[in-house]
């Protein structure tokens, strides 16, 4: 139904199987529904297995902006493998926010109107993530995008976003590794006081740019990156952007 919600208060456990997988979908293809959303509180947790979202979008509900396809607030902990969001129309496909811990494995969205994946505020562990867009109407998508998070990120593919294939902003703290960027604006954006560490095995391919380091918040300071020597990449920095040629002797900490 168009605009039909599932709000679920508490924790949660959808834990379908590779061969009842759990559907969650419009009864239209050509309209969308509302939202499915998981609001907990500080000893919750969210365990979803094998799920598959089609064509979700976002509602306002009690006054409550709930901005995901999937919306997750409020959890001790947060483990998701093997999730598929398709063709979401609101601000995110999977938006988390103040987690202690969050876990993503096997994760895959496509045509996200705006942000695929949003996280504000978890330590975050991501495994086998591919966010791909191929929409040519919205100028200000990102792949993946990081608020006040620490987070590893390891075999992620990002391709065809057309703002940031990863955004790093407000004191978020990053390493990458083993990850494909490809086709996107700009691959990697490192602002407002974050830091990226790129370790071994990354592809950056036919973005404008790979690599952005700025300020954009007035409260907050440019980025900093580290890699090794070796590491190749177009990147472009303001005059308070940090840059580090050494992953053995830096490490990303808050400031």
Do not use: M, W
Request: aromatic fraction near 8%; glycine fraction near 8%; hydrophobic fraction near 30%.
């Amino acid at each position: 139904a168009n605009k039909s919600s599932i709000i679920i208060y508490g924790s949660l456990e959808a834990e379908g199987t590779n061969d009842a997988k759990i559907y969650i979908k419009s009864n239209d293809n050509n309209k969308t529904f509302g939202t499915f959303a998981v609001i907990g509180g500080p000893t919750k947790t969210v365990s979803i297995k094998h799920l598959e979202i089609e064509n979700p979008s976002e509602k306002i509900i009690n006054g409550k902006y709930l901005q995901g396809g999937l919306s997750l607030y409020n959890f001790d902990k947060v483990s998701i493998n093997d999730l598929k969001i398709k063709n979401s129309e609101g601000e995110d496909g999977l938006n988390i926010k103040n987690a202690n811990s969050c876990t993503l494995t096997n994760v895959f969205i496509q045509n996200a109107k705006f942000d695929a994946i949003d996280i504000d505020n978890c330590n975050t562990k991501a495994n086998n993530i591919i966010l791909e867009n191929f929409n040519t109407k919205d100028d200000n998508g990102d792949g993946l995008d990081f608020y006040f998070s620490k987070a590893s990120l390891k075999n992620i593919t990002i391709k065809g976003f057309n703002d940031k294939g990863i955004s790093i902003g407000e004191n978020s703290l990053v390493d990458i590794t083993e990850s494909f960027i490809k086709s996107n604006k700009i691959g990697t954006a490192i602002k407002d006081d974050s830091c990226l560490k790129l370790l071994s095995k990354n592809n950056y391919q036919n973005n404008e740019i790979d690599i952005s380091i700025y300020n954009k918040k007035k409260d907050y300071g440019s980025g900093t990156l580290i890699l090794n020597k070796n590491q190749t990449f177009n990147i472009k920095t303001d005059t308070k952007g940090k840059i580090k040629y050494d992953i053995n002797n830096n490490n990303c900490s808050r400031i």
